[in-house]
Structure formats: C-alpha cells, structure tokens
C-alpha cells in the first residue's frame, strides 16, 4: 500500500523524516514531496496525482498555512486533503500540542495564520485528530494508526500467508511459491476490488478502464489457483466468473450474481478458508 504524507516543509523536515520511517517499517510505500523528482507539473498538480495514486492520507500540521500558489485562495497542503476528502481515501491527520514549544520563526503570521486556524477547525470537525509533540512521538502515533488500519482491513489474509508458508516449511519449494502466489493474487484482487466498489459508490460513476483491469486480476488469480497442487476448482471457477462478471457489470443481474456465487465477501472469506487449510504435498 502506498501511503502519502502531507504537510507544510522547512517547519516539519525532521517530523516527515522520522514519519516516513514508521511507515516504510510497516513494509509500506511512502509518497512525499521530497520524492516526486523532475517532472513537468507544477508543484500543485504533481502533489495531487501522488494523493490520488495513494491508499492512505496522512496529514501533519503545526504552526504554518502553507505555500499558496498564484491564483489559488489555499495552499497546496490544504488542496491535498481536499483532494483526497474528494476522493475518500482513508485520512489520518495530527495536530501539534498547542503547548508543545515551536520555533517563533516557523509560526506564520496573518493572514496565513487565520486560514490555518480555520482549516484545523475543520478538520477537528469531521475527523478524529491526533495531537503531537516530538517527531518520534508523530512517527509512533502514525505508525499505531496506520498500521492498525491495514491489519483490520487487510490483516487476515496478509497474516494467513505467513502462516501458510511457515507451516508448510517441509513442503517443497515449488508447492510453497504456488500457494504463496495463489493467496498474494487473492489479497491483492479482493482488497483492489474492494477500493473500487467504495469509490464507485461514493462517486456514482463508474469506471471502464479499471473495471477492465479487475477482470483481467479476477482471470489471473483463478489461473493461480488451478496452478495449486490439488487445486481447489470450484473456487477457481468462480473466479473466473468473477472476471466475466467485470468485464461487463451491467450485464449480471442480483440474481444471477447469487446463483453464481461470486459475492466479493464470499470469495473472499472462502479463499482464506481454503489456502490457509490446504495440506500442500511434499514433492
């Protein structure tokens, strides 16, 4: 998963540092400014690209609004949590202590100062924030936060892999790395699956290009699964399915949804069952 740190720069260097850090030590990708490299975009809209590329949003603010481009009434750090409200990414925003001591030179003065005020009251008004002092104490609250996050929603099977793998240590290498792949191609299309839906319903629009590559997932986790020893074919068929059904959605009816079984939470929730519980030969 990748996620994407945002806030002001010369006041929270060392915060951001030590924030980028927590996460890569949860095994997860880290989009920031000081990464993005040359490209043609203006500083706006490349940091946007890099939030709507994200699967989770972190908000760091302290004492400064924040650059303003020409023409723009919000700063870019602003303009990155609206960006990724609009889209309904998973946010989590900190807050410095108001007691913490803060260097006079990186508090801004009006109007940026008003503008900061009122973009964190609105932030405390439709989401839970979190309060920080030093950059090891942010980087502990965001590595707590975010981590929590991915285990609950991603958790299950991510762990069931390791144990499938470790359980079956006597097992051979090919059988592993065909059960390793089966469940990775798992996890990856139900959780990709999973963000479309929500987006596609926040939105109420829907969108071609990615409902064409959910089909094409869909097929290569089901071919994954006939590739397992004792392969598990009624699962893999539906599968199967499960890419005809993306590869054109109007087309199924509830009905026909149910009778072929391929309910999302349903494959899901099988697919685990029957990974995690399979007794892999040992040649």
Known sequence: MKVFL??????????????????????????????????????????????????????????????????????????????????GKPIFCFVVNDDYPWLPPMIEEEPGKTKLKTFKTEIGAGLVTENFTSPDDLALKIATSVGRYINQSFGPLVSGLRDLI???????????????????AAVEIANRTLRYVAQRRRSSQSDPKEEAELSKSWADAGFKLLALPN??????????????????????????????????????????????GMNLPDN
């Open 231 to 276: 392969p598990p074919n009624d699962l893999a068929n539906r599968y199967l399915i499960k890419a005809e059904y993306w590869s054109d959605p109007e087309l199924w009816t509830d009905e026909r949804v149910e009778v072929a079984r391929i309910r999302l939470t349903e494959i899901y929730d099988e697919s685990r069952r029957i990974l995690l």
């Open 6 to 87: 945002s806030s002001t720069y010369v006041d929270l260097t060392d915060y951001r540092n030590k924030a980028a850090e927590a996460i890569e030590r949860l095994d997860q990708q880290v989009g920031r400014m000081e990464v993005f490299g040359a490209r043609p975009n203006e500083p706006q809209a490349a940091s946007l690209e890099e939030v709507a590329a994200c699967d989770i949003f972190v908000g760091m603010y302290a004492h400064r609004y924040g650059y303003r481009p020409p023409g723009s009434d919000i700063s870019i750090t602003e303009a990155e949590f609206r960006h990724a409200k609009s889209l």
């Open 166 to 184: 470790e359980s079956n240590s006597n097992v051979s290498a090919a059988s592993r790395q065909a059960c390793a792949e089966a469940l990775s």
